[in-house]
Every structure is written in C-alpha cells, then in structure tokens.
C-alpha cells in the first residue's frame, strides 16, 4: 500500500509538471500578455541537454558497474516559470515553479535514497516545486540595507563556495532563506540564515525537512591599488545538521556542526594578467569525530592583446584536504562547503572538492563573434591515499593506502553558441578519462568517455 501511494503522488506531480510546462510554452509564445495594470516582470526557461556516458555514471566508474548501466544516453528537461510583482519602488514578490525530469537514465531512482535523511535526495528529477518564491524589501530604514526572504538561489564570487550547481537536473543548492545585505556601490556584506532542500521527486518540498542549516557572513570590497582594482571576499560560514545521522569513526552516531573561515582575493594586475586565490579552514565535529580540514584554489591567466580569436590560456590547482588516519577520532576531509562542482574539477562529475589534488590547464578561443570553446586538462590524486574517492566513498574507499593516490587524468572540450535567435543558447562538448592507479585498483581500468548537447531557451520580459 504505501509503495501504491508513493507510486500516485508521483504521477500526481509529474503529470502537474507536464501541465506547468505546457502553460509555459504558451506564455513564452504569447510574450505580449496584457499585465500592464502593475509592474510585473516574467521569467521563464526552458532547458534539454542529452548526455552520453561511457564506462561510468553518476555513482559509478567502469564497464560493469554495481548498479545501474555503464553505456547511458539520457535526457533531463528542465522548466522554470517566475512572475515578480513590484507594488512599490521598495517592495518586490516573487513566485515561481519549477519541473525537472529525466528519461532513460541508468541508474533507478532508488539509487538516490539518501538513509541518512530518510528520503530520496535526487539530481535529476524533482516534479513541480517552488522556485524563487520571496519578498524583498529595499532601503529599510532609509539606508542601504535590504531583506529577502523565501525560496531563492544564493550564489557568490566564482560559485567555489556558494554555488547553487545550476549543472544539475534540479539544481545543487536552492535555499529557504533570510538574508540582509548592505550594499555600497560595488561593496556588499550579506547575512543569512537559511537551510537548503532535498530534491525528492516523490514528496512536495514543504512537507519534509531540509537538508543542511547555514548561518553565513559572506562580503565582497573592491580596493584601489595603483591604479587597478584589487577584490577581497572575506566569509565566515556556519554549516549544521542537528539530527545524529552522522556516523564517526568510533562507529557511534551524533550531529554534525562545521565552521569555516575563508577568504577569496582577485584581481588583473598587468594588462592581459589575472588571478584568483581561494583558501578555507574548516573546524568543528563530525559526531564524536573533531574536525580540522581545508581547502584552496589558485589560478593564473593570460590573454594577449590584439590576437585573432581572443586566446586566454590559464593554470589552476584546487586541493582539499584528506583524512590522514580513519581510526584516529579526528576527521582531515574537507567538504566543500555549499560550493559548484560542475565546472570546478572536471566536467564529468566524476570529482568533488573532498580528498582532492586537482592541476589544471586551460585554453580558451572564440574563432567566431558567438563561437566559444574551452579546453580543459586535468590531473587527479587523492589528497591521502586511506580517504576515499568521492564519486562513491562507500565503494572506493583503501583503508591501507596501498593503491597509492593516482585517480587519472581528465581532457574537456566545451563549446557555446549564442544563437542569433534571442535568448536561445546551445552548448555541446565531449570528455576523455584515462584512470589512474587508484581507479584501475578499485573501480576497472576501462577509459570513459562522455558528450552532451544543450539547448537552453530564456524569455525575460516587462509590462508596466
């Protein structure tokens, strides 16, 4: 009986997910609605991207994967419709929808039950939830200061720490949220407290807890310094979950609680030069487990003036730091914060910012006015050998540390196209994998491969 009613809340959603997108197909259509009687903006997308993997999936690496298929070609489909209602110079209310849905892809559903939440938390699929659904109010108390408040997107900087993950089906991070800014110029400092949701296909989002809690300092100051401009982004993050889900070393369950201290400094001090430079420490506890972790990115570019197609050629190294000793009560792996992974360490997905050692070369060129093309190289170790590879930390995962730290190399090619049709863009690109020692020990030595095609519509409109 109670796998019959999940099985009808899904249909019940999915089959209103169908009707949303429907009745956003008609409005983007029809973009000369007459809503002339306030200041109503509308928003609207529509997003299809087909991917293609070879020897892997979203938990998995090789030809004969635990769960799931090893050669996939799926389709995600993603609709977001937003209506703002400006009343008043200072007020503005947002409500919007959105649908994520995916066809034919290789692992089932239950391959995204999360024990730990008691709920599936899935990438993919998501039926019909709120999206960017708030009130915000402007200059409070006759100053700079702002509120926002509901459903919303929080993103930061290169999206390193706060990112929402917009690669994703449902997108990585969306939050129920406070936040208060200040806002001076160019100069910002935002507090909030918020928790983000879980994209469970199955239950609407307000009936069912959140996933993480955040209480988060995160500011931004631009510095005049001959001349140039030097940015710094000072933050201080609180990331909690109450419930003791956690499992520690000693095998005992508790809570979870996490500090983080950081600092993002940018700038172009010669013509054509640039760089970024992050760090993070992370404290606090992991059940009994006490935390000491952190985490870093450099990176470095050129683009030389005056050459046809536009060259830029950069180099990066991202690291976060491992666990050490798995017996010893202390965890070392640091987590990543709320950060973007999809443009970060590969475009496979198959690294996240945890026990990572990550070199990167860069070339980009745009042959064309709209043409653009990325070419990425990567290099992969583990940060400690006895940490896990965090594609799937339950399967790969050498206590001994005798298969070494090598996880592979990783070759991009991404290409974009602004169409000339209006709010229409098309991405498209292919990656190569050749695992490393650790990968052929613990997973398959097969090389993978990947592609995608995109096409990604985008209506914005006004009426006064």
């Known amino acids: 009986m109670k796998a019959m009613r999940r099985k009808r809340n899904m249909l019940r959603r999915k089959y209103a997910g169908g009707l949303l997108l ?3 197909l008609i409005l983007i259509a ?11 903006k509308i928003k609207a997308g529509i997003r299809y991207r087909w991917e293609y993997q070879d020897r892997f999936n979203q938990k998995y690496y090789g030809a004969d994967p635990p769960e799931g ?6 389709l995600l489909q993603r609709a977001r419709f937003v209506i703002g209602f400006q009343p008043h110079g200072d007020i503005y209310l947002s409500a919007g929808l959105q649908d994520s849905r995916a066809y034919n892809l290789a692992l089932a559903d239950r391959a995204f039950y999360n024990p730990r939440l008691g709920l599936y938390h899935n990438p993919d699929k998501d039926y019909l939830e709120p999206f960017d659904t708030y009130l915000e109010l402007k200059n409070l108390f006759a100053c700079r200061l702002s509120l926002k408040a509901g459903r919303q997107i ?7 720490i706060f990112g929402p993950g917009e690669w994703g089906n449902t997108g990585r991070y969306i939050w129920d949220a406070v936040k208060v800014s200040y806002r001076s110029g160019k100069n910002f400092i935002d507090a909030f407290y918020g928790k983000n949701i879980i994209h469970d296909p199955e239950k609407l989002t307000l009936g069912h807890r959140h996933f993480f809690g955040c209480l988060a300092i995160y500011s931004h100051f631009r510095l005049p310094v001959k001349e140039k401009v030097l940015c710094l982004e000072p933050f201080l993050i609180r990331k909690f979950d109450n419930h003791d889900n956690f499992r520690g070393e000693d095998l005992r369950l508790g809570d979870f609680a996490s500090n983080y201290y950081g600092l993002r400094t940018y ?32 990176m470095a570019g050129y683009r030389p003036a005056g050459m046809p197609w536009k060259p830029r050629a950069s180099v990066e190294f991202s690291y976060a730091s491992g666990d050490r000793n798995p017996a010893d009560g202390k965890r070392g792996t640091f987590d990543g914060v709320f950060g973007a992974r999809d443009k970060m360490y590969g475009r496979m997905n198959l690294m ?4 990572l050692q990550d070199a990167q070369v860069n070339l980009e060129f745009k042959p064309g006015n709209r043409l653009g093309f990325k070419a990425e190289l990567h290099k992969f170790w583990l940060a400690e050998a006895r940490d896990a590879w965090y594609l799937n930390q339950k399967f790969y995962r050498d206590k001994s540390g005798r298969y070494g730290k090598d996880l592979g190399w990783e070759l991009d090619i991404v290409g974009k196209y602004p169409t000339p049709l209006r709010g229409l863009d098309v991405q498209f690109g292919y990656g190569h994998f050749w695992p490393g020692r650790f990968v052929r020990k613990m997973a398959d030595n097969s090389e993978a491969n990947w592609c995608f095609l995109q096409l990604y519509y985008r209506f914005a409109g006004a009426c006064l």
């Open 22 to 24: 429907a009745v956003l």
């Open 30 to 40: 029809d973009s000369s609605m007459a809503l002339a009687e306030h200041r109503v």
């Open 69 to 74: 298929k090893t050669d996939n070609g799926f």
């Open 154 to 160: 929080i993103a930061y900087g290169d999206k390193r």
């Open 267 to 298: 700038s172009s001090p010669f013509p054509g030069l640039d760089y970024d430079l992050t760090f993070v420490w992370q404290s606090g506890h992991w059940a009994q487990d006490d935390l000491d972790a952190y985490g870093y990115h450099v």
């Open 352 to 355: 996240d910012w945890k026990n």
